[in-house]
């Protein structure tokens, strides 16, 4: 059973599209946390966690950054951002790595922007235009309260939850690929 599971989500991964496609209309209780979330402004509760997670992840998203300084900053926002959201930050990572390959100007054919490619509706929809999808920092806190709100909408679910976010409840595909990288690439054990 394990087997034939890890061969489906290999053939799967291997069939996938490299960007997400439409995203779902917005929620008006979605809205209102996006809205709070938004307007409020670290993670570590213990400093060597923060230095052993730090390192680790650094190490892994070398490929990806090769700036040391731009990596130890991205994955501190991250982990800021992921923690507020009550998400786990390596998740986040594995987000990332399938919609923009920590591309932070990457913008799909559908017009979301950013690393957690982000669909700009939702800048008018909380009446904040001047905000920048492609700042990681705005970026994240949208991508992750987005993802969060998906996540308890449908009880923990994971594989619901990555559709929602990808406009593709219904389909296994794209949650596929983000658990893979996860599980593959970011998955830290807690």
């Known amino acids: 059973m394990a087997l034939r599971l890890c061969l489906t989500l290999l053939l ?3 069939c996938l599209p490299g960007h997400a496609s439409l995203r779902q209309a917005p929620e008006p209780e979605l809205r209102t946390l996006l809205q709070r979330t938004v307007a409020e402004a670290d993670s570590f509760q213990d400093r060597f966690d923060a230095e052993v997670w730090l390192l680790d992840m650094s190490t892994r998203l070398t490929r990806y950054i090769p700036a040391a300084e731009e990596r130890l900053s991205l994955l501190r926002l991250v982990h800021r951002e992921a923690s507020k959201a009550g998400l786990r930050p390596d998740l986040v990572l594995a987000l990332i790595h399938t919609e923009s390959h920590f591309d932070r100007f990457a913008i799909s054919s559908a017009g979301a922007q950013g690393m ?8 008018a929809e909380l009446g904040r235009p001047q905000d920048n999808l492609t700042d990681n920092a705005t970026n994240l806190r949208y991508g992750c309260t987005i993802l969060s709100f998906y996540l308890r909408k449908e009880n923990g679910n994971l594989s619901r939850a990555l559709a ?25 054990k807690p």
């Open 116 to 123: 957690m490619q982000v669909m700009p509706f939702w800048k």
């Open 164 to 188: 929602r976010y990808n406009g593709s409840l219904g389909k296994q595909a794209y949650p596929a690929k983000v658990i893979g990288f996860w599980h593959d690439f970011w998955y830290v």
């Open 12 to 14: 799967t991964l291997l």
